[in-house]
């Protein structure tokens, strides 16, 4: 099917719902189906008829330019904007393309942040906090909520592990891509001979669940109470507040010891468990659509090396895309990581519309 097959056959849907939603004898849930459909439809619609206008247009300013009737003055006015159209047609095209592939549905939704310290000691653990806290920048300047929810402290300022709720618009479409093992080259502060250690960090990023996406049923879960203790044992509260859930069907684990109420440990605890189990589920689907794509960007492998951090020479690698950005402190700060998500984007579009065209 060719793609002006596929315009028409949009175009025709939307104006059928037109129709169906104008001729009543709907019932409600039926109605509310249709208007959502319809709606949804719209702004391609009114994308794919900006671009027939163009290619219209484009058609007559050649027939006006290859007329032997035309005069000079026409001619050259009609090319002029017939290069300006031209150049609009393929813009347009794209525009509709990208419009036309399906949509993750997660993309809309808040996230759910995970950092963990990977291989090497306390410079992992270090370096995980310095992830945790770009991202917290990077959050901030995108007008986003961050709430940590909890923090497991190594003692000497950095994170064998931190996780946080992400709120706000397009958390998920940005922060997806984020998800992989991160690995830093530099000097560590307790290196006396100046030698570059390399380490590492895994960060995993979950698109936050809603009970209707995910049903878990008690009987499912394990739920265990203790004493939360902070760094080198020390008690946090004197009651058996912290809580600990197992989902026995996968074999998931959750604890959250921040809160000083059990009831908010476990409600704490559940969003996160929910999240875990939503993103298997959609990773397991996701797999199962894209078995036969190769070379695929965002596959969610988290054992794999996505990016780089080389901070002797100021540098940031993404090795999924071959991207390299000599301002490595400016994404430390947040202020640069755009340059980076924008770029993973961009090119999780071309392999989608790639695999759109055959």
């Not at 596929?6 to 509310?32: M, N, Y």
């Not at 929910?274 to 960007?297: P, W």
């Amino acid at each position: 099917m060719t793609l002006d097959d596929k315009l028409d056959q949009v175009v025709h849907r939307h104006e059928e719902l037109q129709a169906i939603l104008s001729g009543g004898g709907l019932d409600s849930a039926k109605f509310t189906q249709a208007s959502k459909e319809y709606a949804e439809l719209g702004p391609l619609v009114e994308k794919v008829r900006e671009l027939r206008a163009a290619q219209k247009e484009a058609g007559d300013l050649a027939g006006m330019i290859a007329d032997a009737g035309t005069d000079a003055e026409m001619k050259a006015l009609a090319e002029e904007e017939f290069r300006a159209a031209k150049e609009r047609v393929p813009q347009l095209e794209r525009s509709v393309q990208l419009m036309l592939l399906p949509k993750d549905e997660a993309d809309a939704r808040n996230a759910i942040l995970e950092v963990r310290a990977g291989t090497g000691g306390e410079e992992a653990a270090l370096f995980a906090a310095d992830l945790f806290r770009m991202y917290q920048r990077y959050a901030a300047l995108r007008g986003w909520k961050f709430e940590v929810m909890e923090l497991s402290d190594s003692g000497m300022g950095g994170y064998r592990e931190a996780t946080a709720t992400v709120t706000g618009k397009d958390v998920f479409a940005r922060l997806k891509f984020e998800s992989g093992v991160h690995r830093v080259q530099r000097v560590p502060a307790t290196e006396s001979q100046g030698r570059i250690h390399t380490s590492a960090a895994t960060v995993a990023v979950l698109p936050e669940a809603e009970e209707v996406d995910i049903k878990i049923e008690d009987k499912d879960l394990r739920i265990d109470v203790f004493r939360s203790s902070g760094p080198g044992g020390q008690s946090v509260n004197t009651t058996d507040s912290a809580v600990r859930i197992t989902h026995l069907p996968t074999g998931v684990v959750v604890s959250q010891q921040d809160e000083k109420s059990q009831h908010k440990n476990k409600a704490k605890a559940m969003k996160i468990l929910r999240a875990r189990l939503y993103e298997a589920q959609r990773q397991k689907l996701h797999d199962e659509r894209a078995a036969s794509r190769k070379g695929q960007v965002g596959s969610g492998d988290r054992s794999e090396r996505i990016r780089t951090y080389n901070f002797p020479q100021g540098r940031c690698t993404d090795h999924r895309i071959n991207l390299t950005l000599y301002e490595l402190d400016k994404v430390m700060e947040g202020t640069a990581l755009d340059k980076v998500v924008e770029a993973l984007i961009a090119d999780d579009e071309a392999a989608r519309l790639a695999e759109f065209a055959v």
